[in-house]
């Protein structure tokens, strides 16, 4: 066993036998029996990715639907930093649910670069290894102990930069506070390892561990005991094996949160981790009960240690002149202190030992060895971890609730935190605006309202604003009024916001804020995240819940309480949160709450309830009176999501998690009789991977999906089984969910990578038996909008758009060799445009080879996929564009695209080689913003631009046949003699060319050759028709007058040099012709 400490044999001996009898108590894990464990044991931790047997769906054929990131890129909770010193553009962050990012730019932009290695999204510590830069450790599972932490499954290892990553075990440890990898060889790493931090804790797999074999077997070198965990370790860069642990006593329940006890203290070694000796009673240390610390050691002088130490009485900054023999507290400043157990990080300057800082809510600077400090403004408050280069102390990055930023002066400015979607968000709300808004509380931040899309490339910065309610709150917006929201927050906070005006009213239930004391001291106990629900049936009627319902039919003017206490209102659990030593009452841990509230969609007055302690209730007279319809199965939970259905009133579905007792299993449940009986309906869903939320699908009976701690589900048999629908989404909790019902999206809220949506519900929609049985199928394609704005695919910093216009999805059971062709005819049976999977979109071939195909899913630019699966396509609802010109074409303002479709029915047809194997018909509607805009009107704008298209590709046509004839004229006077009537003839051909180049001239600026050359050579005649066409397929709408007019003009205009021209064609060009010994071929006129 490892050592505490070896001042006595005889101490070593109590100590063995101490651990020993712990090994026989019975909440102890059977791994206690051994020290060392191999990185390849078995350690099944949640289940993200794991595949189900006999699925009710092939899993291969929703692969072909993608889900898309919307944002907000504003960065989320971040604990964990690092870099390296020679590598001064690179650092890492691990987000406390997105997973690991990284930014080889300074920070100006991040990216992912876990997804498709990590099964759990919740980062607790990082390090690369100082000794070769592309060695990253990475450590899962906070250790800053709030209320919402996510657990982690041990360790992972990248040693090409993270690129790729290798699991390395310690799944059972759960919460990694630190990582120290040894200076000089990336295969020796230190791991402070919480353990288990909530519901029942006592645990053996907690404490330090180390490798020395990159992180294949881990020993554990130093273990307190089963409640006490290692949060943070400190390594002697002059003397690596010197290092100083701290120990942590601490845990977690739904309604407590305790940090501190015996188990507490810091711990020495001088042998690089082999044994350990507790110095937390040297002198100079304080005295009674500890709580969480953190220590770090000067790199200029390694006598010099610092420790914050949370203690009742003593607490502060202490530092140790002689390597932690004695000890002195230089600052008992609370600003570096307060809220202990969610900060208290030290970090000792590299290039100056009187420099230090200490992070809190602020970011403390101290010049003097931490007497006195300064604080430095961040991007962000709350900070988390710091990583310095020691070879230019002016350059670090940042940890803090905002995600990394990073400083290249000392921290006088710093990179902006608007670079990741990694937002932390609670809930999910929509509104049917069009397109319509998502609503959502991010974490440390604001609530916010984002579109779900837009009419540019992308969904950025410009496209989300705040709305009512604060970082925990539901936000209910007003279905009468885009404008109105109403928002909660902690403290049971309820606002109003005007989001036209700017204002907002405070409407609270009982406005006695209760900021600090415990639950049983409020008349209404308010959860952290309190539901606040608008009524489906009367946009005036306004739920709020405590441990009661509440309504207002005023907008919150008034309240009347409609329920008693649904809860179990056990008093013995609603004392203050915190302590021993720091109590921590901000609502998070207020218990015997309603948790979720819903009414009814489909029938008034039926109301369902359900609390954070297991108790779920009815009501089907509008309040009146409440049943407890708890399924008599289900121990105390907190009852996450109640979706009432869409499709039978006494239908609805619980989704119900009992994380916080320590217990990971899932637990969704479902009522047909208005919960006079439940039905657990988990089948498919790991045993460890715990349930979220539950929604079901409004456009198809029995369709739910479900959403855990580390991915997404789908039944399609009413719950009965449940199949993986991760697709794209990485591995991240799941805190929400919601069905749009008109537009058919599916929209996720995440703990970590802000919101994402799966478009095009509707193929799972038609995922029928008798359509798996088809060799080949097409979908039914939804109607699409005529609405401006495609995607761009993915972007660093900004969300991604649904693809535009109309999306057709077809199913080939196997790769196909026969042609496979998608038509979109028109109204009137003309077909528009044509796809192929052998040509692309300019009709050239598609040549299978090994740089074109090298993968295999995706098919070339315009072409169809001909792979197995579910393929897609989208129309762009464009009509055929004009001819363009041969070599360099500039033109300004202007374009040769085709017009939009108008509004109608349209027919797609899918042909695999000469058989037509599906005919669908879809409705392209006008966007319904454009009340003023008439079908009529649409039809005149679509006219006039396909006009001036057909003369721009008059146009055009007629430019690349003077280009053409010219060269063929000049090969033929090559082959001319010197005799007089080669002469005459080489005479006449030139002259001809001339008149060809002035009529060219005319028509197109010849002297253009780069984009902003025409400011200089000006614009001709098809540069103003491409630059009218433009202007009237702006917007929507019908032509102006002077439209017509101009375009009369250009026409004229044009049609003078095309005349003059088709008149040299038929004339002189024929002539001359007739004349060479060996004329060219006929050239068509058009």
Do not use: C
Not at 31 to 47: D, L, M, P
Not at 189 to 197: F, N, S, T, Y
């Amino acid at each position: 066993m490892p050592y505490l400490g070896q001042k006595n044999g005889a101490q070593a001996h109590l100590t063995t036998i101490f651990i020993l009898l712990m090994l026989l108590f019975p909440l102890m894990d059977a791994e206690a029996q051994s020290r060392s464990r191999s990185s390849t044991e078995s350690e099944v931790i949640f289940g993200h990715g794991q595949e189900i047997e006999n699925p009710n769906v092939d899993p291969n054929i929703p692969k072909g639907l993608n889900y898309r990131n919307i944002g907000p890129f504003r960065g989320g909770r971040s604990v964990a930093v690092a870099g390296h010193d020679d590598q001064p553009y690179i650092y890492y962050t691990g987000f406390t649910g997105g997973g690991v990012y990284k930014t080889t730019d300074g920070g100006a932009t991040w990216y992912n670069i876990s997804d498709g290695f990590f099964k759990t999204g919740s980062v607790g510590a990082i390090d690369v290894a100082d000794s070769d830069p592309n060695v990253i450790y990475v450590g899962m599972g906070e250790t800053d102990i709030r209320g919402n932490m996510s657990a982690g499954d041990g360790m992972y290892r990248s040693t090409d930069a993270g690129k790729t990553w290798t699991w390395l075990g310690l799944g059972e440890t759960r919460f990694i506070g630190d990582i120290e990898i040894h200076p000089e060889n990336p295969e020796v790493a230190w791991v402070a390892a919480m353990g288990k931090l909530f519901g029942p804790v006592e645990s053996s797999q907690r404490g330090v561990y180390k490798t020395t074999d990159g992180g294949k077997t881990w020993n554990q070198v130093l273990f307190k005991d089963a409640k006490t965990g290692a949060v943070d370790i400190a390594v002697d860069p002059n003397n690596p094996r010197i290092l100083f642990a701290a120990m942590w006593e601490a845990y977690r329940s739904p309604w407590e949160m305790s940090s501190g006890g015996e188990g507490s203290g810091l711990y020495k070694s001088v042998d690089g981790g082999e044994s350990w000796t507790e110095i937390t009673q040297n002198p100079g240390m304080p005295k009674g009960l500890i709580g969480k610390i953190g220590v770090s050691v000067s790199p200029v002088n390694s006598n010099r240690v610092f420790a914050i130490v949370e203690n009742a009485t003593g607490g502060g900054l202490f530092r140790s002149e002689d390597g932690g023999d004695t000890w002195r507290r230089v600052s008992a400043d609370r600003n570096l202190r307060q809220r202990a157990w969610y900060y208290s990080k030290v970090v000792a300057d590299p290039g100056n030992e009187d420099v230090v800082y200490v992070l809190n809510v602020g970011f403390w600077k101290s010049k003097d060895g931490g007497a006195n400090f300064d604080r430095i403004g961040t991007p962000h408050a709350d900070h988390h971890d710091l990583w310095i280069a020691t070879n230019d102390p002016q350059r670090m990055v940042v940890a803090n609730d905002g995600g990394g930023q990073v400083s290249y002066n000392g921290g006088e400015g710093w990179s902006s935190y608007y670079t990741s979607a990694s937002a932390q968000i609670y809930q999910v709300a929509t509104d049917n605006q069009f397109p319509y808004m998502i609503y959502g509380a991010q974490q440390d931040n604001s609530t916010f309202a984002i579109r779900s899309r837009t009419s540019g490339g992308s969904i950025g910065e410009r496209d989300w604003w705040p709305v009512a309610g604060g970082e925990s709150g539901y936000i209910a917006p007003d279905p009468d009024n885009p404008n109105v929201t109403f928002g909660g927050s902690y403290g049971g906070y309820l606002n109003k916001y005007d989001s036209e005006l700017g204002l907002s009213d405070r409407i609270d239930v009982w406005p006695d804020n209760p900021m600090g004391a415990g639950a049983k001291d409020a008349k209404y106990r308010f959860q952290w995240t309190f539901p606040i629900v608008i009524s489906p049936h009367n946009p005036d009627v306004l739920y709020a819940t405590s441990q009661h319902v509440h309504r207002s039919t005023d907008e919150g003017m008034s309240w009347e309480t409609i329920s008693p206490d649904l809860t179990r209102n056990d008093t013995t659990k609603q004392d203050e949160s915190g302590g021993p030593i720091t109590k921590d009452d901000t609502s998070v841990e207020y218990y015997n709450t309603i948790f979720s509230f819903v009414e009814s969609p489909i029938e008034p007055g039926l109301l369902w309830a359900g609390a954070d302690d297991g108790l779920v209730h009815i009501s089907r007279n509008n309040g009146q009176s409440w049943v407890n319809v708890t399924p008599k199965d289900m121990p105390e939970a907190m009852i996450s999501i109640i979706d009432a259905s869409h499709h039978a009133a006494g239908t609805a579905y619980i989704a119900a998690t009992r994380y916080k007792f320590g217990d990971f299993s899932p637990m969704l449940y479902k009522t047909t009789n208005y919960g006079e009986s439940w039905t657990k309906i988990i089948t498919g869903i790991p045993p460890m991977d715990f349930t979220r939320a539950i929604r079901e699908d409004p456009n198809r009976a029995g369709l739910l999906y479900a959403g855990t701690e580390t991915g997404l589900y789908v039944s399609f048999d009413d719950g009965k089984q449940w199949q993986p629908l991760q697709l794209n989404l990485p591995a991240v909790p799941i805190t929400d969910l919601a069905v749009h019902k008109r537009d058919k999206d599916l929209i996720v809220a995440t703990q970590g990578r802000s919101f994402w949506i799966l478009d095009d519900l509707p193929v799972l929609h038609q995922l029928q038996d008798d359509v798996l049985a088809k060799s080949h199928h097409l979908f039914d394609p939804e109607d699409p909008y005529l609405f401006g704005g495609r995607s761009w695919g993915s972007s660093a910093t900004a969300g991604q758009n649904p693809q535009g216009g109309a999306v057709v999805y077809y199913y080939l059971a196997e790769d196909e060799d026969q042609e496979i062709k998608l038509e979109f005819v028109d109204m009137r049976d003309q077909v528009v445009q044509s796809y192929s999977s052998k040509e692309d979109w300019r009709g050239r071939p598609v040549r299978e080879s090994a740089l074109f195909h090298e993968d295999e899913e995706q098919a070339p630019r315009g072409s169809l996929s001909d792979k197995a699966g579910l393929q897609s396509y989208a129309w762009g609802l464009d009509y055929p564009g004009v001819t363009n010109i041969n070599g360099r074409q500039i033109l300004w303002a202007g374009s040769t695209a085709g017009p939009r479709a108008v509004p109608g029915t349209y027919t797609v047809r899918m042909y695999v080689g000469d058989e037509l194997v599906g005919e669908k018909e879809f409705e392209v509607k006008k966007d319904p913003r454009l009340e003023q805009i008439s079908q009529e009107d649409l039809v005149k704008q679509f006219e006039l631009v396909q006009t001036i298209n057909a003369k721009l590709d008059s146009t055009h046509k007629a430019i690349n046949k003077i280009r053409s004839v010219r060269e063929e004229l000049r090969e033929q006077m090559g082959s001319l003699g010197v005799d007089e009537s080669s002469k005459a003839l080489r005479e006449r051909a030139q002259a001809m060319m001339k008149a060809m180049t002035e009529i060219e001239e005319a028509l197109v600026q010849t002297k253009a050759e780069a984009t902003q050359d025409v400011l200089n050579f000006p614009i001709r005649l098809n540069n103003k028709l491409a630059a009218l066409k433009s202007t009237v397929a702006t917007g929507y709408g019908r032509p102006t007058a002077q439209q017509y007019a101009v375009y009369e003009d250009l026409a004229v205009k044009t049609d003078v040099h095309l005349t003059r021209l088709q008149k040299i064609w038929n004339g002189e060009y024929t002539d001359i012709l007739e004349e060479f010994e060996n004329p060219v071929m006929p050239i068509n006129n058009d």
